[in-house]
């Protein structure tokens, strides 16, 4: 009888490029998003849901009483892990009225629910989807608007986005904590439960974006990806004679027999 001592090696690691969400060349999942709002020019909107829309208006005044959020949650979580995220970011097609202004991202904490409206009520879903006073099923924010920090979402921002410019435009979200979020979530680390947009500043801008019930391919938000799997740490250890008799590969084995 004789054993050898062997060591486990992968010999090739492939990298993937995958897009997440409903546009052009999706490969993974897909994409629930809607926007919120307190206050539009028509009259008050915060019980209303526009997960049906085909564009939302994300705006800031200093008073806050003009603010809406665009919640975005991707499959994040259909893609097999574990892997390295090398690369990771989050675009959106839009308008911006105004050069300069700033949108910030956060993780949102909570289960909300998307729903299918077109700016009508979100009793009209069932169950009831999100709004301005209520992340679903009738349950309220901590904060209307998913503004409480620590409950509704997550104090820290993962990213900014900034505008070049008023004409239309992809709007991009790209940065460590962004990368480091969606590694997260494929990984089973994070929670995926989607991301809030609002805009920080400047005071009385706003945007509009398309979003996922656009009608035109390749306009429509996505995340794009690019990932590798994690090589298994190497095993060590010895085996009989019997097993390594047409079941271990020669190339798999480093070592000396004994």
Do not use: H
């Not at 993937?16 to 490969?27: F, M, S, V």
């Not at 979100?122 to 503004?147: F, H, K, M, V």
């Not at 920090?149 to 904590?177: C, K, V, Y």
């Amino acid at each position: 009888m004789f054993s050898t001592r062997i060591i486990c090696i992968i010999y090739f690691i492939k990298m993937k490029i995958i897009t997440i969400g409903n546009n052009t060349g999706n490969t993974y999942g897909g994409l629930a998003d809607t926007s919120i709002g307190l206050l539009y020019w028509e009259g008050d909107v915060s019980t209303l849901n526009a997960g049906g829309s085909a564009s939302i208006l994300l705006a800031n005044v200093p008073s806050a009483y003009l603010l809406s959020g665009l919640i975005d949650i991707f499959g994040l979580l259909s893609i097999p892990g574990p892997v390295k995220v090398t690369a990771a970011r989050l675009r959106m097609y839009g308008l911006a009225y105004g050069a300069g202004i700033v949108i910030s991202c956060r993780r949102v904490l909570r289960d909300w629910i998307a729903g299918t409206q077109d700016g009508l009520d979100r009793n009209l879903d069932s169950p009831p989807s999100a709004c301005w006073i209520e992340y679903g099923n009738n349950q309220p924010w901590t904060i209307p608007g998913c503004l409480g920090d620590g409950t509704d979402r997550d104090n820290n921002i993962i990213g900014t986005i900034t505008t070049t410019g008023t004409a239309a435009q992809w709007f991009e979200l790209n940065s460590p904590a962004f990368m480091a979020y969606v590694e997260g979530c494929i990984n089973g680390t994070i929670e995926d439960k989607g991301l809030i947009m609002t805009i920080e500043s400047p005071s009385g801008s706003a945007l509009v974006i398309l979003n996922s019930s656009e009608n035109d391919d390749g306009t429509r938000p996505y995340i794009e990806i690019s990932l590798e799997p994690i090589p298994p740490k190497s095993i060590t250890g010895n085996i009989d004679e019997q097993y390594i008799k047409g079941k271990v590969q020669p190339s798999y084995i480093k070592g000396e027999v004994n």
